[in-house]
Structures are given as C-alpha cells and as structure tokens.
C-alpha cells in the first residue's frame, strides 16, 4: 500500500532526524506516523489536498515537533516536560503529546501556522566561505542584508570565530561562541580582507529576544537532544542581546527591492539560509525579479552580491550555498553543506 503524503512525509523526517543525530526525535515521530489517526492528521488541515513536494516545503513534521518542543519548554504540561531529554523518554512524550492535543488543539495550530524559525547559527559556518569569496572577488567593504533573518543571529557571522580544523581558521579566537565544522575540497580565500560596513535584516514575522515567549518559539525548533546545538544558540542569543541586534518586518521582496539597490563604494551582500522554500511562488518570483533589476545596475565599484544556503526547489537535500555576482550575473554552486552547518563540501574553485 502506497503511502499517502503525509505519511511519507513523517516517514522522510524520521530518516532525516535519524540521520541528523536526533535518535529522540526519530523515535518520536515513529510514535507518530504508527498513530496518525484523524485526530492528529486535524492539526495538518491547512495543508490538506497538498502533494508530497509542496508538503515537504512547507515542513509541516517540522512544525510539529517544534509545536511539541515549544510546549515543553513552557513546563505547562509537565508529563510532557519529563518526557522530553535529557529523559528522552518517546513513548512517554508521544502519550503525553496525544493527551496535549486532544486538550488544547488550537495551541497546535497556532504554533503551527506560521513557518519553522530556527535560527540555527552553526550556519554561518556555511555561509561565510561564500562572504570571503565576494570579498576576495569585489575588494570593497560588505553592506550585508539577510532575508528571512528570524531573530538575526546569522547577522554577526563576522563576529564568531570557525574552526574548520585542517582546513583553516577564522575570526577572533576570544569571540564567545566558536563554531566548527567539517571541511572537504578545495580552500577559500581565508586570507581575504573583511570589512562588514553595515548589516540589517527583515523578517516576516521577527523574533524578539528579550520576550521569553518568542525566545522559547525560537528554541524550540532546535531539536532538543542536540545539547551542542542549544550550548551555541544560548552564547548567539547572549551576543545579540549585548549588541543590540535588530530585524525589521517586512516581506523579503519588497524590502529587498527597497533596500538592496548597488551602493558606490560597498558590495551590497543579500543572503539567506533555509528561507526560500517557505515563500510563497509569486514572493520568490519578485525577490528574484527586484534583485536582477538591481543587478542589471551593478558595476565593478557598486556591485551586488546574492549569497544562499538553501535545498533544491522542492526536495529537503542536498543544501547547496550559490553565489550571484553583479555584473555579470552568473550563477554558481560553491559548495554542498549540512543543514545545520556540520559540514561544508567546497565545490569552488580556490
């Protein structure tokens, strides 16, 4: 018997968290996908009659656990809360959990109708190869503008220090929060001259971080047997606190098409990661027609820069990160890299 989209969906994300490290999370939602009666297919009905690819992109298994993780962070359901690592106990939190939504559903679909913010800042370990090839490649300072930037904590990339191991190392050895990943392939230009002149990010809906409750939201789409993944959120969130760090709202097009026109003097840097798939197709058409038409304007001393960490349209793997650079135009795959910043696989030429 074939499997109905939602089903396989659940099925892919228990591989994925399998995958990914998160054997909690794996076992949790095999509890799910053996239980998916019309009771808790309910909570997915604005998305019912979608195929699996659309399905997929919206990540709806995501919303899910991270409506779960939010509740249990929140202590409102201790059975659940117990349940939850370090106890890791997924038949007790799947038995809680059924309990939870039978109690209050509209939790669920709240927490639910708006797309997962994870924030993860391992990711700027993935992103930054691409900022010190536009650095290399322009020679200009970088006004860095992020899309879908959630609480911002990808806005102080330049701010951490990376440890790729043999590979090489970057930034302020004493920053507070060291972020290491894998390397393979060719090198970047890790000696590149980085000269970050401004940031600003835009969000649909930002998070701010003083509010516990959408700072616990933010956490709770990190996985949270992943203690390694929560130890680096906690010293990024403490970073943007000290520095003040903001994220207007907006949508991405149109923000974009306001503020991303070439600037003399500077490299104008729009990146994301993880943010296009959850754009609707007409927002992704008229973020990328404003950014053509921005760059069809570059020059060698205003140039524009697009720089994305993202799956091919409709499938959750491979991430690969791409470059535009204007003038010019072309595009170009730098590297595949993990989700959540593990790893990166150098593809560019050094």
Known sequence: MTDDPLTSVFRTQIQICAAFGSKFY??????????????????????????LEPLTAAAVALRFLGALHDLALSGDDPALTAAFPPTSDADGAWAAARVAIRRDPDRFHRFMAHEPQTNEVRRSACLLPGFLTIAAETGLPLACLELGASAGLNQLWSRYAYDFGEAGHWGDPASPLLLDSAWTGALPPWGAPVHVASTAACDRKPIDLSDPAQLRRLKSYL??????????????????????????????????????????????VVYHSIFWQY???????????????????????????????????????PI???????????ERRLATVHAHGASVDWEASA
């Open 26 to 51: 794996a076992a949790l939602m095999g509890r799910a996908v053996a239980d998916l009666d019309d009771e808790l297919r309910s909570l997915f009905a604005p998305w019912d009659g979608l195929a």
């Open 223 to 268: 996985w949270p047997d992943q203690t390694e993944r929560i130890e680096r959120f906690d010293a990024a969130v403490a970073m943007a606190l000290a520095a003040g760090t903001r994220v207007e709202t907006g949508d991405a097009a149109i923000w974009a098409a306001e503020r991303a026109a070439p600037a003399e003097g500077v490299t104008t």
């Open 279 to 317: 754009l609707p197709a007409e927002t992704q058409s008229a973020l990328r027609t404003a950014l053509e038409r921005h760059g069809a304007k570059a020059t060698p001393t205003s140039p524009l820069a697009w720089l994305r960490m993202e799956p091919p349209d409709g499938r959750a793997i």
């Open 320 to 330: 690969e990160l791409k470059l535009t650079l204007w003038p010019g135009g072309a």
